[in-house]
Nanobody, 120 residues
Framework: QVQLVESGGGLVQAGGSLRLSCAASGSISRVDAMGWHRQVSGKQRELVAQITSGDSTSYAESVKGRFTISRDNAKKTVYLQMNSLKAEDTAVYYC??????????????WGQGILVTVSS
């Protein structure tokens, strides 16, 4: 079974930092694009940052200059370094990956979500 598991969330004061990690496991050849989305209760899920297999990155305007996405292909892991956190960054963060299975199928996979709470 292919899955993505997030870690690193929690409670932090405004202005602080957190680092989220998301590791892919299962019968995986590699992971193509990966990214982070977030969702506040009652609102649509929004893209926060994404990174391609070639390490090209893109960010939501609201997090540019504060968040950095990176990946370790050997570990099939994507990271989100979040600095200068604001109360409005409070959300459930979801990892996303376009997984290439051992039989060469492309499979979009989501993590279960992890809560980030920023206190003001």
């Amino acid at each position: 079974q292919v899955q993505l598991v997030e870690s690193g969330g929690g409670l932090v004061q405004a202005g602080g930092s957190l680092r989220l990690s998301c590791a892919a496991s299962g019968s995986i050849s590699r992971v193509d694009a990966m990214g982070w989305h977030r969702q506040v209760s009652g609102k649509q899920r929004e893209l926060v940052a994404q990174i391609t297999s070639g390490d090209s990155t893109s960010y939501a305007e609201s997090v540019k200059g504060r968040f950095t996405i990176s990946r370790d292909n050997a570990k099939k892991t994507v990271y989100l370094q979040m600095n200068s956190l604001k109360a409005e960054d409070t959300a459930v963060y979801y990892c996303y990956g376009l997984v290439v299975t051992m039989d060469m199928k492309y499979l979009p996979v989501w993590g279960q979500g992890i809560l980030v709470t920023v206190s003001s």
